[in-house]
């Protein structure tokens, strides 16, 4: 099914809106995180974790300039390079020049990919990525560059994405040591025979699901990309947990290890895009059903009535946000994977779309990072998630203009959907 045409082609401005505020406002933004990187909001929230009614007291001030005055970030923290937007700029530029034929978008998405080499972390043998800061979190303080297989499978695809375009073996060798940092340098733990759980990092002993997927979806493709079977019997083991950890009613708490119970939207299509690209590669048994259980558990708990994105299902503590823009660029992505197989898909892929391009597209170009309880958050945050539906959005205008399929959608292997698939592979 198609989009109507009117929608594409406002999707179409908001993309070369989108470019044109890029250009004005650069590479480097403020984060979400910005409140909690410093150390005096660091040790807040150290204190907020280990004691939430004396923390409460010490956060309380970043949570209200965070829900009524989120400029504010500013002074906390200076605007820096977010890795993880620079994958999602990579690949999107990549989009556009897969769409286009426009040379300046391949030259732009390999520029972001120059500016991941830069920002690679040090002290490490292979090519692994985290975040430009200290980051504070209920297992304790993860210092600036660490490397997080939250992060580092984004930046994978993005040099992936290029290389499949260009061909350029300064690419392929990255991919190459990406897939080893990603097979290797994570602890992992046998939970029973056939399931394994790995590492948020490699110095911790967390049992994150989503994060699991990311290794088991990253490991999966670059067993396909590298001709590396042995990636693929990695990626089962955590594939194999991701499956066990699924609840009765189809959905994932964020963790397993007694320090995340909640249930939130973008995480929750962080964990279903992972399994349908594992689903469409390998076909294995459980994915499938895995996916139609989740989506079924998306549809009735975290949209609403309008069929928008609601942030949780079961949240950790008090939210001061109504909507997030992070929960949308998701669902598009998920939207586009699942859309043949899952037919309410396309219903929640054209909603989507009309709400982000008349509510939260600014007059700049670029997009409402929140909606809060008492008007928007309008500060615009690369890593949270400009970056994000900028990809979505190209990814859009790929499938329905450039008539390709989306990358690793969920059609089984040898099917045909009526386009053709964009190559991902050498």
């Known amino acids: 099914m198609t989009l109507n045409s009117k929608l594409v082609t406002q999707t179409e401005q908001a993309v070369h809106d989108f470019v044109a505020w890029l250009d004005r406002f650069g590479e480097v933004s403020q984060d979400h995180q910005d409140y909690y990187a410093w150390p005096i909001g660091r040790w807040c929230k150290r204190q907020y974790y280990r004691n939430k009614k004396y923390g409460t007291f010490l956060v309380a001030p970043f949570v209200f300039c965070e829900a009524f005055f989120p400029r504010t970030r500013g002074l906390f923290r200076k605007k820096t390079r977010l890795p993880i937007g620079d994958a999602h700029y990579a690949m999107a530029f990549c989009y556009m020049h897969r769409l286009t034929g426009n040379t300046p978008h391949h030259d732009r998405a390999a520029h972001f990919l120059d500016m991941l080499e830069q920002s690679r972390c040090p002290g490490y043998q292979n090519h692994a990525w985290g975040y430009p800061f200290h980051w504070e979190t209920v297992y304790g303080t993860w210092p600036q560059g660490t490397p997080m297989i939250t992060a580092t499978p984004y930046c994978y695809d993005a040099f992936a994405d290029v290389y499949a375009v260009d061909g350029d073996p300064r690419w392929r060798a990255v991919m190459e040591s ?16 056939g399931v394994r759980v790995c590492s948020y990092t490699p110095g911790d002993d967390r049992r994150v699901v989503n994060a699991n997927s990311y290794r088991a979806q990253m490991l999966t493709r670059a067993a396909r990309e590298l001709d590396r079977e042995d990636y693929w019997e990695i990626a089962q083991g955590n594939l194999n947990y991701v499956l066990k950890s699924q609840s009765p009613d189809g959905s994932w708490i964020y963790a397993t290890d007694g320090l995340g119970s909640f249930i939130d939207n973008f995480h929750t299509c962080f964990v279903l895009k992972h399994l349908a690209r594992i689903h469409a590669l390998k076909q294995p048994p459980g994915v499938w059903e895995a996916i139609e259980k989740g989506c079924a558990y998306y549809f009735d708990n975290l949209l609403d009535d309008g069929l928008l994105p609601i942030p949780f299902a079961k949240p950790p503590r008090l939210i001061v946000y109504k909507r997030e823009l992070y929960d949308y660029a998701e669902a598009i992505n998920l939207a586009l994977l699942l859309r043949d197989q899952i037919p309410k898909w396309n219903e ?56 390709e399929r989306v990358p690793h959608s969920a059609l089984p292997q040898g099917a045909s959907s009526g386009v053709n698939e964009l190559s991902e592979s050498p």
Do not use: N, Y
């Open 348 to 403: 929640v892929l054209e909603r989507l779309l009309q709400d982000i391009l008349v509510r939260w597209r600014k007059p700049d170009g670029s997009f409402r990072s929140r909606e809060l309880r008492f008007g928007w958050d309008h500060c615009p945050m690369h890593r949270w998630a400009q970056s994000q539906l900028f990809r979505a959005l190209t990814l859009v205008l790929l499938v329905e203009q450039g008539g």
């Open 178 to 193: 990406t897939a080893r940092h990603v097979a290797e340098d994570f602890k992992e733990a046998e939970l029973e025979p």
